[in-house]
């Protein structure tokens, strides 16, 4: 079955980096359009950043632009979420998703497999 697993979660200083990454198997990774969307207590799961299938076409939200930055290797079947000038506001559980559609895309119902997240805190 599909699985996606994502690690590299932590606790950071505001202003300091961190990268997660997210493992899949059970798929063909490179025909995926893969995603990071996150979500902070109390709120929705929100866009966080998203990769094509060759790595060449990536898309972010305008809270992580110029902080973040999404990678892929498909050899390892993995994706990466770099981040840096980390704030308190970016802590939220970090989930990675697959989708099968064209096109990168922020809307979460295009998702079709879901990683079970990792905690990211940002202390001020």
């Known amino acids: 079955q599909v699985q996606l697993v994502e690690s590299g979660g932590g606790l950071v200083q505001a202003g300091g980096s961190l990268s997660v990454s997210c493992a899949a198997s059970?798929?063909?990774?490179?025909?995926?359009?893969m995603a990071w969307f996150r979500q902070a207590p109390g709120k929705e799961r929100e866009f966080v950043a998203a990769i094509n299938r060759i790595g060449g076409t990536t898309s972010y939200a305008d809270s992580v632009k110029g902080r973040f930055t999404i990678s892929r290797h498909n050899a390892k079947n993995t994706v990466y979420l770099e981040m840096n000038s980390l704030k308190p506001e970016d802590t939220a559980v970090y989930y990675c998703?697959?989708?099968?559609?064209?096109?990168?895309?922020?809307?979460?119902?295009?998702?079709?497999?879901w990683g079970q997240g990792t905690q990211v805190t940002v202390s001020s």
């Open positions: 998703a697959a989708s099968r559609g064209w096109v990168v895309t922020s809307d979460p119902l295009q998702y079709n497999y």
């Open positions: 059970g798929l063909t990774f490179s025909t995926y359009i």
